[in-house]
């Protein structure tokens, strides 16, 4: 599978192309958006994910960000550093995977109950792929919220993504979910915190639709 053809080849070329095991091999128990945004995501988590559901954290690292008085069944990371997802608090098993080698997911269809990717969506190099593989584990009417900011490590981010402001890279995002062709209810969400110097964020949800997926 590979539903990239949508896009020229470079847009999805990276300043450095050498294997992305190496650049996440060593941890980085750092945040990636600050407290005000964190905060903000939080609570859309809590908008969207209902309680006592199957999660996918998709892209995981040390921290989810998930609102942590919210009782969850089980939530699953999926990541690149085994050390970093060893220490999130929040997960309950994970799955050392690069999905830009590998964007089969290694779940069951129609898993999970919600799937979140937080502020690691740049650096999807088969992002298609990737959101399609989301649908098919996710269960109907399930959300998928994917949430950025302006942050990035420029050197693996692809060049679509620097080429773009935030209105331009929402609207690149909300394109992954349609050529997807497994979600419904797509919409862009602003939920950069009000009246300080924070950093912006952003996010697209879309729904895992209630029709039969075709593979």
């Not at 999926?78 to 994970?94: A, F, I, K, S, V």
């Amino acid at each position: 599978m590979n539903q990239n053809q949508s896009f020229p080849e470079q847009y999805f070329r990276r300043m450095d192309e050498s294997d992305d095991e190496r650049f996440y091999d060593y941890p980085r128990l750092v945040v990636h958006i600050d407290e005000a945004a964190i905060a903000a995501t939080t609570r859309l988590y809590r908008e969207f994910l209902p309680a006592d559901s199957d999660v996918l954290d998709l892209m995981s690292s040390w921290r989810s960000h998930l609102p942590s008085d919210v009782p969850y069944r089980r939530v699953v990371g999926l990541g690149m550093n085994e050390l970093e997802m060893r220490e999130n608090p929040q997960l309950t098993d994970y799955v050392v995977q690069n999905l830009n080698k590998t964007s089969r997911l290694p779940f069951d269809d129609a898993s999970f109950d919600g799937c979140i990717l937080t502020v690691s969506v740049q650096y999807l190099t088969q992002p298609v792929d990737v959101f399609a593989e989301v649908g098919r584990v996710l269960r109907p009417g399930a959300p998928f919220l994917t949430v950025f900011s302006n942050r990035m490590f420029p050197t693996k981010a692809i060049a679509i993504w620097q080429s773009l402001d935030d209105r331009g890279h929402a609207q690149l995002v909300e394109s992954y979910y349609q050529l997807a062709g497994r979600f419904e209810g797509i919409q862009s969400l602003d939920r950069s915190p009000k009246g300080s110097y924070s950093d912006p964020l952003y996010a697209v949800v879309g729904y895992r639709t209630h029709q039969p997926l075709t593979f």
